[in-house]
């Protein structure tokens, strides 16, 4: 409490500024200030603590809240990369199939689709190094790169083989070597007929042959047997 001048002490009447005040009064007022000094820098240092407390918490609190916001998004970011790199690999295994797959896909919208997941999944590395499952998901995801990459090597060797057989074909069509069933089998029936004339005139061969080798051939006489005369004739004469 403070000194009031106007106060009553109820010893004679009130107070005025020119009252004295006794020595033990002032004592007794220094100490009462100097007190109430310390409990205001008491309660002022009790009321700084617990705003510091209150701003820590308040900061732990909004770090635990970004901490789990983080943790939600690296969860269904690698979610989608998962469900994109099954997709893509089961895309990858129809395209291994080629002709007898039920459905055809284009081997280069595959791969350019896989570029782009391993460029997402690179970007996911690099911002959540933190989470194991984003950086398993990488490696899983260069692997189905380097499948495609052979996939799309296979694929290069065989048409590179069918160019070079295309060109040979043409070349055999072009110098008449080249020919379909039907023609093969025409080709083969006039060969039988020509080995079956060849036959026919070996039959005959051997009797020209000998007469090559014996000389002249000899002359045929045809009417050689003797008419006898006619009756009416010799009646006549």
Do not use: C
């Amino acid at each position: 409490a403070s000194y009031n001048p106007a106060a009553t002490t109820g010893r004679g009447g009130p107070l005025t500024a020119e009252t004295p005040v006794p020595a033990w009064a002032l004592k007794r007022l220094e100490a009462a200030a100097a007190k109430g000094g310390a409990l205001q820098a008491r309660v002022a240092f009790l009321e700084a603590a617990l705003a510091e407390e209150k701003a820590h918490k308040e900061a732990a609190r909004k770090e635990a809240a970004e901490a789990r916001a983080r943790e939600e998004a690296a969860m269904t970011l690698a979610q989608e990369l998962a469900e994109e790199a099954q997709r893509l690999d089961k895309a990858l295994a129809v395209v291994r199939l080629g002709d007898k797959a039920l459905r055809k896909l284009d081997s280069a919208e595959v791969s350019a689709e896989i570029d782009e997941l391993v460029a997402k999944s690179a970007a996911a590395a690099a911002d959540y190094s933190e989470y194991d499952r984003i950086l398993k998901i990488g490696d899983a995801v260069t692997e189905l790169r380097s499948a495609m990459d052979a996939q799309v090597e296979l694929e290069e060797r065989r048409r590179r083989a069918r160019e070079k057989e295309k060109e040979r074909r043409e070349r055999m069509r072009a110098e008449g070597k080249l020919l379909t069933k039907a023609e093969r089998d025409k080709a083969a029936k006039a060969q039988a007929y020509l080995e079956s004339l060849g036959g026919r005139a070996g039959v005959g061969g051997g009797s020209a042959e000998a007469e090559e080798g014996g000389g002249q051939r000899k002359r045929v006489v045809y009417g050689s047997r003797k008419r006898p005369p006619k009756k009416a004739a010799a009646e006549e004469g």
